[in-house]
T-cell receptor, first 114, second 114 residues
Framework: AQSVTQLDSQVPVFEEAPVELRCNYS??????LFWYVQYPNQGLQLLLK????STLVKGINGFEAEFNKSQTSFHLRKPSVHISDTAEYFC????WGAGNMLTFGGGTRLMVKP | DADVTQTPRNRITKTGKRIMLECSQT?????MYWYRQDPGLGLRLIYY???????NKGEISDGYSVSRQAQAKFSLSLESAIPNQTALYFC?????????????FGPGTRLTVL
């Protein structure tokens, strides 16, 4: 079984400041890793995913994430946030070879202040 | 994502009532999923279907049933709604793949059970 922990339920930050949203996972098998974003009153959309290869993954809207296997982490970063980045962010994992079954973390609400 | 639609978008019902949530997709994907979202818990899988004849229980299927009427349609039913089923419900789809495929989410249905 897999579990995903997002260490911060809310992250307030000022516009143009850098941000890091933390994600740790636990799994007995290798996993693929995902970050999804949910804007207010909308469904989730994929921000980025790590499948294999380079541990630094770049996504949409200037976000990137780094996979750290030894620390079982997949933290999401952006060097300079905008008001429009205000949303809820979900980290998720999918085990290799198990179809496309996602286990989600509890979510982190990013609040960008002017 | 307009390719995945959910109806209704909002529903208020009473304890004991039967209710159906519907999901349609035009992406041509074989796989469809139903999740519920609760604050702090992220998304949890209720049911999933890999094709019209393949339906499987997810993590929290008790109190729910599903019907896959066609490749493009996947309905979720609450046979006798109870207040702790108040949540945001999402439908998602993905193509057949080995766990790497993106899931595409509908806009969600906000269900309130009084």
């Amino acid at each position: 079984a897999q579990s995903v922990t997002q260490l911060d339920s809310q992250v307030p930050v000022f516009e143009e400041a850098p941000v890091e949203l933390r994600c740790n996972y636990s799994s007995s098998v290798s996993v693929y890793l995902f970050w999804y974003v949910q804007y207010p009153n909308q469904g989730l959309q994929l921000l980025l995913k790590y499948l294999s290869g380079s541990t630094l993954v770049k996504g949409i809207n200037g976000f990137e994430a780094e996979f750290n296997k030894s620390q079982t982490s997949f933290h999401l970063r952006k060097p300079s946030v905008h008001i429009s980045d205000t949303a809820e962010y979900f980290c998720a994992v999918s085990p290799w070879g198990a179809g496309n079954m996602l286990t989600f973390g509890g979510g982190t609400r990013l609040m960008v202040k002017p | 994502d307009a390719d995945v639609t959910q109806t209704p978008r909002n529903r208020i019902t009473k304890t004991g009532k039967r209710i159906m949530l519907e999901c349609s997709q035009t992406k041509g994907h074989d796989r469809m999923y139903w999740y519920r979202q609760d604050p702090g818990l992220g998304l949890r899988l209720i049911y999933y279907s890999f094709d019209v004849k393949d339906i499987n229980k997810g993590e929290i299927s008790d109190g729910y049933s599903v019907s896959r009427q066609a490749q493009a349609k996947f309905s979720l039913s609450l046979e006798s709604a109870i207040p702790n089923q108040t949540a945001l419900y999402f439908c998602a789809t993905s193509a057949v793949a080995g766990g790497t495929d993106t899931q595409y989410f509908g806009p969600g249905t906000r269900l309130t059970v009084l």
